[in-house]
């Protein structure tokens, strides 16, 4: 597993890049900056600082009492909600900000659904005084207009983005124009472990920090590892960071929780990995929500942050070779 994804950028039949020519250079120059940031202490030694000074890891992997009780089984939670600006995202952006200022880049983009990667990537590029414009769908604007107001304070420019369904899907479609039109000057901070390689490999690395200090947290607490790790998935940053640290870990069964919006049958769900298909979207070759035509459809879900019609190619791969199971949960079970 420590060789997924492979030279080409492939986690099995999944990942790879499809992409316009005028990205190749860009993301191989991403890729070289990302090898030597891996071997050098000064990067690891700098990033660590902020994840601790800046955005206050570790989080506490909290004993959730009453929940343990009502279920007959003991759950604890781990407080990503806790980290400056509310959510893991955190974790991503500021690695990706660091490596930007590697490239001798000023300016930074990103997406954003439910608006806490928008959050995070303007905090990062505030505290490194870098430029920052955010893509936003118009639909999701007004859903979280409060992470709007918080992006504008940080002096980040929020684009409304009024073209499809005016959701994430076509927030990154955006941002991915952008990019191709100023691809010197700009790194684009992309927010989970999708799009074409390199992306869902250093997502996946920058989040790894949550599954890493849940298994010692675990160990310390009960002095054993859990049974199952479960996590909701949208593109699958978050969940694919607490996995991956326990992928050797047979007996730890992973279960990614998909949003089925009004169900699984009505048209208007998210549930990629469960009722989608194989084909390419941003870039990557995984499981999307697609037409017979293979135009890809409309995702649903009462969450801003899990309405994306595809899912990380290494969550593909996962599903391919059975390490992990997907289940979809609906808008109101998940408030049940």
Same mark, same amino acid.
Do not use: H
């Given at each position: 597993m420590a060789r997924l994804p492979d030279y080409k950028g492939y986690f099995g039949n999944f990942g790879g890049m499809f992409i316009s020519e005028t990205l190749v250079k860009a993301l191989k120059d991403l890729e070289q900056c990302y090898s030597q940031a891996k071997k050098s202490p000064d990067f690891r030694k700098k990033l660590n600082f902020y994840l601790s000074e800046f955005a206050g890891r570790p989080t506490p992997l909290y004993f959730a009492q009453r929940l343990s009780e009502h279920f007959g089984l003991k759950i604890y939670l781990k407080r990503e909600d806790l980290l400056h600006t509310g959510a893991h995202k955190i974790n991503n952006t500021l690695g990706q900000v660091l490596l930007c200022l590697m490239m001798g880049k000023k300016r930074v983009i990103a997406e954003t659904g439910a608006g806490q990667h928008g959050v995070a990537t303007a905090v990062a590029a505030a505290r490194f005084g870098l430029e920052c414009e955010v893509f936003m769908g118009q639909e999701d604007m007004h859903r979280q207009q409060l992470n709007v107001f918080r992006m504008e304070l940080l002096g980040a420019k929020v684009s409304c983005v009024k073209s499809g369904s005016m959701t994430l899907k076509d927030a990154t479609n955006e941002a991915i124009r952008n990019w191709i039109a100023t691809i010197r000057t700009t790194h684009y901070v992309l927010g989970s472990v999708v799009g074409p390689h390199p992306y869902p490999m250093i997502?996946?690395?920058?989040?790894?920090?949550? !599954? #890493? /200090?849940? #298994?010692?947290?675990?160990?310390?607490? /009960? =002095?054993?590892? &859990?049974? $199952?790790?479960?996590?909701?998935? !949208?593109?699958? %940053?978050? %969940?694919? !960071?607490?996995? $991956? &640290?326990?992928?050797?870990? #047979?007996?730890? #069964?992973?279960? =990614?929780? /998909?949003?089925?919006?009004?169900?699984?049958? %009505?048209?208007k769900h998210a549930a990629s990995l469960v009722k989608g298909s194989v084909g390419v979207l941003h870039g990557s070759k995984s499981y999307l929500l697609q037409d017979k035509d293979g135009q890809v459809k409309i995702a649903h879900s009462i969450s801003a942050g899990l309405d994306y019609p595809g899912v990380g190619p290494e969550h593909a791969y996962y599903k391919q070779i059975n390490r992990a199971d997907y289940v979809p949960i609906t808008d109101s079970q998940a408030l049940a």
């Open positions: 997502v996946r690395n920058f989040q790894t920090v949550i !599954g #890493k /200090e849940a #298994k010692r947290q675990i160990i310390r607490k /009960e =002095g054993c590892l &859990p049974d $199952y790790l479960i996590a909701c998935i !949208g593109g699958g %940053s978050n %969940s694919m !960071g607490l996995f $991956y &640290p326990f992928f050797k870990d #047979k007996k730890v #069964k992973f279960i =990614g929780l /998909e949003a089925a919006g009004l169900g699984i049958n %009505s048209g």
